[in-house]
């Protein structure tokens, strides 16, 4: 006799969507706002939504930085002084989430999917022209100052937090956009860890659906990294839009 092993519709479904907000996380951000809302649709507390999200996150910031280093970008050591200040900034973001009840954060969640989109909507136009880059000295001393506050953001919710890192390592450190994501993906992945292992021992992440998202996250991070790479800051663009127009169909219409 064959016996058939069900396996609940949801672990393909995360996979896939996995995937997919990979892809826009690694060349754009702003996947979280899609992610988290579905973790609690899928019946998690807000809460472990949140810390389960990570496992996504984490996956997808790891893969893109292989994809990145395959093609030779890099901006160490950058990337790991500022990627350190916000992992302290992350540990304590993360405290402060575990503390939160769901009713309080769905709410927060709200108005930052607003902010997010007013972000989007009212950013300034991107530069084109090569600027020379400044990631030393002081410059070095206020991003690590910034990446503080913003690893505290984002070990608390981390939704949205993509657009603020590429507006600020664009304009003030004056990366291209490859550059820009090949920054991004390691600052994200080292204060990731560190928000992650808050949850994971307070006992709020769902390993089963997180490896699940981490699973399609791991693929979709490798392909669009070394795709970025290999066409260019256009298509970066394209898929900033491509990801502002999926949040706001979310925001419009669910």
């Known amino acids: 006799m064959y016996y058939l092993i ?6 393909p479904f ?3 969507l996995g995937f997919v907000v990979s892809i ?3 060349m754009a951000g702003g996947a979280s706002i899609i992610t988290l809302p579905i973790l609690i649709f899928l019946g998690l507390p807000s809460n472990v939504a949140n810390g389960t999200n990570r496992i996504g996150i984490m996956m997808t910031a790891f893969s893109a930085n292989m994809g990145f280093k395959s093609k030779g970008i890099s901006t160490f050591p950058f990337s790991a002084y500022t990627g350190m200040f916000a992992l302290i900034g992350s540990v304590i973001g ?3 989430a575990v503390e939160i009840n769901d009713e309080t954060f769905n709410r927060i969640l709200s108005i930052i999917m607003i902010l997010v989109i007013t972000i989007i909507i009212f950013k300034p136009r991107i530069i084109n022209k090569n600027l020379s880059v400044r990631l030393t000295g002081k410059h070095l001393k206020i991003s690590c100052t910034v990446f503080f506050f913003i690893g505290l ?4 919710i981390n939704a949205g937090i993509g657009f603020v890192i590429m507006l600020f390592l664009h304009y003030y450190n004056r ?3 490859i550059r820009v994501n090949a920054t991004k993906v390691v600052i994200v992945l080292v204060y ?3 928000a992650f292992l808050t949850f994971f021992f307070n006992g709020l992440v769902d390993l089963p659906y997180g490896l699940c998202l981490g699973l399609g996250t791991l693929i979709g991070g490798w392909n669009a990294s070394r795709f970025s790479v290999e066409k260019g800051e256009g298509v970066i663009k394209i898929f900033l839009v491509i ?6 169909f979310k925001l419009w219409f669910f």
């Open 6 to 11: 069900e396996i609940p519709w949801e672990y």
């Open 14 to 16: 995360l996979v896939l």
């Open 24 to 26: 826009i996380n690694t």
């Open 94 to 96: 993360a405290h402060i």
């Open 153 to 156: 953001y984002g070990g608390f």
């Open 175 to 177: 990366l291209n956009l």
């Open 192 to 194: 990731t860890i560190g």
């Open 243 to 248: 990801s502002a127009l999926i949040i706001a």
